[in-house]
């Protein structure tokens, strides 16, 4: 049975300050026609900006209920036409999860996030305790119950996010890249929620630039390119394409097994370090998560630090940064201190969530904003390496997610500071711009500057870092060169390690064993 169909689908979002009232082009659909069976795991992939994120908007009412622009077509929600349907009657059959989970927050701590939806329904209240019960369980949630929201870090706000739209228990799954800022372990959680939908026989749609974790579990793939279905497939039709086109297709790979082949970096740097020590911070009316006795790492080169969700790296970030009042601790590059308002002006951060730094009308105002003196030409080239020199017009609060964050990462380039740090770069990007992200990470170290890059992206790491920080409960954990293949490997072990290596490495009989222990329990 259909439960949506799209019949002829255009959509543009409104110029934002194009020259001569043009459309905007970033995330428009053309002429979509599709539909999609009850029951079903579809996979919507495709370049950043190729209209993924305005698809699944279609499919959960906000177009055209909430998102203003020139829609031309119908889409059917089992049966009837959503322009004749409200956004509540839809929410009844489409739990959603956002690019950004901060949109989609009402509440100020965590389980009455979680309650939310059932209690917007009408809910008893005892449904609505048994539901949050079981979807903490399920997604492993039960540590972030009755926390702050504002406390939590960017992949349990994601996670949070999962859980709120699995507690109304709709028919109908719509998620936008939903595995963007979370863990390995938390990403291996959810695939088991996603197994457990697919076998209580939800239909499940979820656009995604990561590939592996899904393997096995999607029957179809959506793959478009510039507003268009280019591609309509079966799982074991997309699974059977050679690994060139879909890299050829901008596509990130199935599983990671091939990465271990990358070769490392080469040795950057004059020998000099950044050294960190005694460094501590606790929020207010927080414990304290982060207490740093001493942490090195090279000066001119790039250093990854990771960590699981929580683990303290983004708060490590802004501390360095300088951005936090209530951080202690003593920071050198070489033979130089720098105190906290010293480091505001050395540092340059691109944010885990890039709405915060986007404050100009156009993206070129965006990139001349953070230079010391304006430089318009030098700016162009910086958009133009970044393939946003078309969009030098818009309006940066336009633009997709993925592109959103390649403006901040131009931005840290026009800046010149000595040292940049990078949260999250890759997230919500495409094989082809997580690859020139690292580029611009390479070009950043190769210029004797310092990158520092918080990340959950294994390939990112390989393609540019050549160090590594590991932090685990808002201590170093431990630290290491990736030069060599004995670093590599050991990076990679991180990344598939244990529970998490059954599910990512691609194995289906351990994903089923896995999955088989979850559903019986």
């Keep these: 049975?259909?439960?949506?169909?799209?019949?002829?689908?255009?959509?543009?979002?409104?110029?934002?300050?194009?020259?001569?009232?043009?459309?905007?082009?970033?995330?428009?659909?053309?002429?979509?026609?599709?539909?999609?069976?009850d029951g079903t795991f579809v996979l919507l992939c495709g370049a950043s900006g190729c209209g993924k994120t305005?698809?699944?908007?279609?499919?959960?009412?906000?177009?055209?209920?909430?998102?203003?622009?020139?829609?031309?077509?119908?889409?059917?929600?089992d049966g009837k036409d959503t322009r004749e349907m409200t956004l509540f009657d839809i929410s009844?059959?489409?739990?959603?999860?956002?690019?950004?989970?901060?949109?989609?927050?009402?509440?100020?701590?965590t389980t009455s996030e979680l309650a939310?939806?059932?209690?917007?329904?009408?809910?008893?209240?005892?449904?609505?305790?048994?539901?949050?019960?079981?979807?903490?369980?399920?997604?492993?949630?039960?540590?972030?119950?009755?926390?702050?929201?504002?406390?939590?870090?960017?992949?349990?706000?994601?996670?949070?996010?999962?859980?709120?739209?699995?507690?109304?228990?709709?028919?109908?799954?719509?998620?936008?890249?939903p595995s963007s800022n979370?863990?390995?372990?938390?990403?291996?959680?959810?695939?088991?929620?996603?197994?457990?939908?697919?076998a209580q026989g939800k239909t499940v749609i979820i656009s995604e630039h990561r590939l592996y974790y899904l393997s096995g579990l999607f029957d179809r793939v959506l793959y478009l390119k510039d507003g268009k279905i280019e591609g309509d497939y079966t799982a074991e039709e997309f699974c059977g394409l050679p690994a060139g086109q879909r890299e050829t297709m901008g596509l990130r790979p199935l599983d990671l097994a091939g990465l271990s082949e990358l070769e490392g970096q080469p040795q950057r740097g004059n020998g000099d370090v950044w050294t960190i020590t005694d460094f501590s911070f606790a929020y207010k009316h927080e414990p304290?998560?982060?207490?740093?006795?001493?942490?090195?790492?090279p000066s001119g080169g790039a250093t990854a630090i990771i960590g699981h969700n929580g683990?303290?790296?983004?708060?490590?970030?802004?501390?360095?940064?300088?951005?936090?009042?209530?951080?202690?601790?003593?920071?050198?590059?070489?033979?130089?201190?720098?105190?906290?308002?010293?480091?505001?002006?050395?540092?340059?951060?691109?944010?885990?969530?890039?709405?915060?730094?986007?404050?100009?009308?156009?993206?070129?105002d965006e990139i001349l904003l953070s230079m010391k003196n304006e430089d318009k030409q030098r700016a162009r080239e910086i958009l133009d390496g970044m393939d946003l020199l078309p969009y030098e017009d818009c309006h940066p609060m336009g633009l997709s997610g993925g592109q959103k964050q390649r403006v901040a990462v131009a931005s840290a380039i026009a800046s010149d500071r000595p040292l940049?740090?990078?949260?999250?770069?890759?997230?919500?990007?495409?094989?082809?711009?997580?690859?020139?992200?690292?580029?611009?990470?390479n070009q950043v170290a190769d210029a004797g500057k310092t990158a520092l890059v918080v990340t959950h992206d294994p390939e990112f790491i390989l393609r540019c870092c050549n160090y590594v920080l590991h932090l685990e409960n808002g201590q170093i954990q431990e630290s290491y060169s990736i030069e060599d293949s004995e670093g590599r490997k050991h990076l990679l072990n991180f990344f598939l390690n244990d529970t998490a290596q059954a599910a990512l490495s691609g194995d289906c009989t351990a994903i089923h064993l896995v999955e088989k222990e979850v559903s019986t329990k």
């Design 92 to 109: 009844l059959k489409v739990g959603s999860v956002f690019q950004n989970p901060r949109s989609q927050f009402f509440n100020v701590d």
């Design 288 to 297: 304290e998560t982060l207490h740093i006795e001493k942490a090195i790492f």
């Design 311 to 364: 683990a303290g790296k983004s708060t490590f970030a802004r501390c360095l940064c300088g951005l936090e009042k209530r951080c202690r601790g003593m920071v050198r590059d070489g033979s130089r201190t720098y105190s906290r308002k010293e480091r505001l002006k050395l540092c340059y951060m691109v944010m885990q969530d890039v709405n915060h730094q986007l404050f100009t009308e156009s993206v070129l």
């Design 116 to 177: 939310f939806g059932p209690e917007n329904h009408g809910m008893a209240e005892d449904i609505v305790r048994e539901r949050v019960s079981h979807v903490a369980a399920q997604l492993k949630l039960e540590p972030l119950l009755d926390r702050s929201i504002f406390s939590l870090s960017g992949g349990e706000k994601q996670k949070i996010a999962c859980g709120s739209a699995a507690a109304v228990d709709p028919d109908i799954y719509v998620l936008d890249e």
């Design 182 to 198: 979370l863990d390995t372990y938390a990403i291996a959680d959810f695939r088991l929620l996603l197994s457990a939908l697919k």
């Design 54 to 77: 305005t698809m699944t908007r279609l499919f959960n009412g906000l177009i055209p209920h909430y998102h203003e622009g020139v829609y031309d077509g119908s889409v059917f929600l």
């Design 420 to 441: 940049i740090l990078f949260d999250e770069p890759t997230s919500g990007l495409d094989l082809f711009h997580m690859r020139q992200v690292a580029g611009v990470v």
């Design 1 to 37: 049975m259909e439960v949506i169909e799209c019949r002829d689908v255009s959509f543009s979002y409104p110029a934002n300050g194009l020259p001569n009232g043009e459309k905007q082009d970033s995330g428009a659909l053309k002429h979509i026609s599709c539909t999609i069976e």
